[in-house]
């Protein structure tokens, strides 16, 4: 099954040990009240320490809304993270540690802007679409980058990742 959402959340000047953020995160992107999505992709892209943590939907495999259980898997990531990373590595079902060189995302990707024009039908490919949510940095090329409204104030982004699913699932059934 290939990725239908993907979602890069920008995390420049956050600990890589925020587990409560990090968490509250997760369960945005992923979590539906008896199941997974399976069809997101989330990335979570932290400049400084030029890495990548990469959970796959369709491969996350025992993994739990509470705090404590994502703790776990957190836990494990950031040790990945922490290491002399060279390529990919994958400490749990589901979930990539990737070394960055540059914060550069895909043109087709959509930023997440509160000043933007609102998402709509037009602007949302159903089959595969991307969505770049800046908390606290934006990619390299993020003024290139068409701009999309999701709220009418910048949230943060746990909770601009519920009002997304919640358009996304409203525009694409």
């Not at 922490?82 to 550069?104: D, I, K, M, N």
């Not at 043109?107 to 679409?129: G, H, Q």
Request: glycine fraction near 4%; charge should be positive.
């Amino acid at each position: 099954m290939s990725a239908a959402r993907e979602y890069l959340v920008f995390l420049a000047g956050q600990p890589l040990e925020d587990k409560p953020l990090l968490s509250r995160i997760i369960t945005s992107a992923f979590f539906l009240s008896h199941d997974i999505r399976r069809d997101v992709v989330l990335r979570l892209v932290y400049p400084e320490f030029r890495v990548r943590v990469s959970l796959l939907g369709a491969r996350l495999r025992h993994v739990h809304v509470d705090e404590q259980s994502l703790s776990g898997v957190l836990r494990r990531a950031e040790r990945a993270a922490r290491g002399a990373l060279q390529r990919a590595v994958s400490p749990h079902p589901g979930v990539l540690v990737e070394p960055v060189t540059r914060p550069v995302v895909s043109s087709e990707c959509l930023l997440v802007d509160a000043r933007a024009p609102w998402l709509s039908r037009e602007l949302v490919d159903c089959n595969y679409s991307c969505f770049v949510i800046s908390a606290g940095s934006s990619p390299e090329n993020a003024p290139s980058l068409r701009r999309v409204r999701v709220t009418a104030f910048p949230k943060p982004a746990d909770t601009t990742l519920v009002v997304l699913n919640i358009e996304l699932d409203r525009i694409c059934g």
